[in-house]
C-alpha cells in the first residue's frame, strides 16, 4: 500500500506561482509512475501531467503545457507540481496519483490506470 498526502494548496492571485508536493509511505515512490489530477466544481476529474518512475518522461495536458511542470525527488518519496501564471479557471482541487511503474505513455492520463490516490489540495486562484 501506498499512503499519499498533497501539500502546498491554497488562495492566490491570477498571475502568480504555487508548487503542489506530494508525499508518499508505506512504500518507496521509486516504483511508481505519479500523475496529477485536478477536479473543478460541477466538472470532471481530468487529467493534469504525470512522470515515469524515475523522473526521465514526463507528459501534460496540452492546454497546460508550458505553465506546468512535474518533478519528484525519489531520494525524499516525493512528487511535486509546479503551477506558474495561475489563471481563475486553474481553481480546483488537486489530487496526485501513483500507479505501478511500468511507463506513463499510453495510460498517463487514464485515471482508472492509477492505484493509489491522495486526498485532494484545494487551490483557488481568484482573478
Known amino acids: 500500500q501506498v499512503q499519499l498526502v498533497e501539500s502546498g494548496g491554497g488562495l492566490v492571485q491570477a498571475g502568480d506561482s504555487l508548487r503542489l508536493s506530494c508525499a508518499a509511505s508505506?512504500?518507496?515512490?521509486?516504483?511508481?509512475?505519479m500523475g496529477w489530477f485536478r477536479q473543478a466544481p460541477g466538472k470532471e476529474r481530468e487529467f493534469v501531467a504525470a512522470?515515469?518512475?524515475?523522473?526521465?518522461?514526463?507528459y501534460f495536458a496540452d492546454s497546460l503545457k508550458g505553465r506546468f511542470a512535474i518533478s519528484r525527488d525519489n531520494a525524499k518519496n516525493t512528487g511535486y507540481l509546479q503551477m506558474n501564471s495561475l489563471k481563475p479557471e486553474d481553481t480546483a482541487v488537486y489530487y496526485c496519483?501513483?500507479?505501478w511503474g511500468y511507463g506513463i505513455m499510453g495510460t498517463a492520463s487514464d485515471p482508472v490506470k492509477y492505484n493509489y490516490w491522495g486526498q485532494g489540495a484545494q487551490v483557488t486562484v481568484s482573478s
Open positions: 512522470i515515469g518512475k524515475s523522473g526521465g518522461t514526463t
Open positions: 508505506g512504500r518507496t515512490l521509486s516504483y511508481y509512475d
Open positions: 496519483a501513483a500507479k
